[in-house]
C-alpha cells in the first residue's frame, strides 16, 4: 500500500469513527426511544447538530474509502476499513467509559491481525 493509498484509508477510518463518536453524542442528547416517542425521535435528529456533524463525518468517509477503491483491491480495502471496529471500541472506552470485556479485546486482536494479514506485501 503506498503512502497515498494509505493516508485515504487513514482519511476513511478516522472520519468515519468521528462520525460514530458524533452519532452516539447526539444519540444521548436524544434519549432513549420507545414506541411513544419515535416519531418525535426522527424528526429530532434534523435538530440535533452532533448528529447531523455525524453524518456528515460518515459522508467524507465514504468520499475517502470511495477514492481508495479507485486505488486498491476490494479485497485489501474492504477488510482494512474494519479497523474502524477497533477505533470504534477504544472510542467507547476512552470518551464513553464503556466497558470492554476480555473477549471483546480477544475480537479485536483478530480484526487487527486479520488487517495486517490482509495488506502485508512481500
Not at 6 to 12: E, I, V
Request: with cysteine.
Amino acid at each position: 500500500m503506498s503512502p497515498q493509498e494509505f493516508f485515504l484509508l487513514l482519511m476513511s477510518v478516522l472520519a468515519s469513527v468521528a462520525g460514530q463518536f458524533f452519532l452516539k453524542a447526539g444519540a444521548l442528547k436524544l434519549g432513549r426511544v420507545n414506541v411513544a416517542n419515535a416519531v418525535s425521535h426522527i424528526f429530532s435528529i434534523i435538530a440535533t447538530p452532533e448528529l447531523l456533524l455525524g453524518l456528515t463525518c460518515y459522508g467524507l468517509g465514504a468520499v475517502a474509502y470511495i477514492l481508495l477503491l479507485t486505488r486498491v483491491n476490494l479485497s485489501i480495502a474492504g477488510p482494512s476499513i474494519s479497523l474502524v471496529y477497533v477505533f470504534s471500541v477504544l472510542l467507547g472506552y476512552f470518551i464513553f467509559r464503556e466497558v470492554i470485556p476480555v473477549v471483546r479485546l480477544a475480537g479485536l486482536s483478530f480484526i487487527i491481525i486479520g488487517v495486517i494479514l490482509v495488506v502485508w506485501q512481500k
